[in-house]
């Protein structure tokens, strides 16, 4: 896609959009750059080649503008309780951020504003879905952050377990299931925003490693069905293995890499007595992990014939590499990492 002139002229101001708004020292500023992003996003939906990529523009345009109007409705509301002062940095209303937050958390697809971002998912381009579900996200976050108001967020963080955990249970996309996976890592983002902006940086960044790995496989082979991993991989242990190491990883089981970032929150949360929220985030991820072993677990243990279109084999032995460098890298980082900060 980015070889095509146009969209990398779009990616670029999408991300100038971010850069402006994680830079700038005024609400008018943010919001200006969350619309150049926003306007430079709907044109990379656009694909001929892809049905419902009009359907999902269309969505997305509408839900965004709406929390854009929203937010610059509260952006206006807190300046005028503050004497129209600018400034970002000034908290003496700190309620007056409730709407800047909600505003906030709708442009994220957190609960429970998130009824759009399954289906906006589920209608793009695995490209596309991936800046939804990373690049998206990050200047959101940023101003989540510097604007934090508690009970918003703690809500938000809560809902956002639930349903992240059940929506995926009985899922057969592979877009949606990711896309409830999404919802379920930003409460454990939301949770160690709460703490420090390094802890969430840490996890996010985490996040952004493991979703690119697995995205990267599901673009490699074009899979967008559950049916597609058992069929497509029948003949080719490695890339199964590869898959069920990525989404073990990402769904925070130890012994892989995706534990470290919260095996972090969890510490944190330890110390500052956060035990009741801590307790339904471990139980509640404990689901996800569900419906990514659903993902592997009857490409594993069954087996039947397979036609030879679907072998695929110049394509597979030209990527083999590269996932068994990412499933190395998953399943003994961690080892390495507890020997470097002990």
Known sequence: MLFNPSKSLFFMTLMIGIIITISSNSWLGIWMGLEINLLSFIPLMIDESNIYASEASLKYFLTQAMASSLLLFSI?????????????????????????????????????????FPSVMNCLSWFNGWVLMTIQ????????????????NMMSLLLC???????????????????????????????????SKSLWLNYFMFYIFLTTSIVSLFYSFNMFFLNQIFLYFNHNLIMKFSIFTL?????????????????LVIQYAMFNNFYFIITMMVILTLFTLYFYLQMTY???????????????????????????????????SLIFMTIFFN
């Not at 990050?138 to 934090?148: K, R």
């Not at 012994?255 to 919260?262: E, V």
């Open 161 to 195: 377990l639930i349903f992240g955990a059940m929506g995926g249970l009985n899922q057969t996309s592979i877009r949606k299931i990711m896309a409830y996976s999404s919802i379920n890592h930003m409460s454990w983002m939301l949770c160690s925003m709460y703490f």
């Open 247 to 263: 989404l073990l990883s990402l769904g925070g089981l130890p012994p892989f890499i995706g534990f470290f970032p919260k095996w």
């Open 298 to 332: 009857s490409a594993f243990m069954m087996d039947t014939w397979n036609f030879k279109w679907n072998f695929l084999k110049n394509k597979i032995s030209k990527f083999n590499y590269l996932f068994i460098t990412l499933t190395f890298f998953s399943i003994f």
């Open 137 to 152: 996200k990050i200047a959101p976050f940023i101003l989540i952050f510097y604007s934090f108001n508690y009970y918003i």
């Open 76 to 116: 206006m509301l807190f300046l005028s309780y503050n004497n129209l002062n600018f400034n970002i940095w000034n908290y003496n209303f700190s309620s007056k951020l409730l709407l800047i937050n909600m505003a906030l958390l709708i442009k994220t697809g957190a609960t429970p504003f998130h009824f759009w």
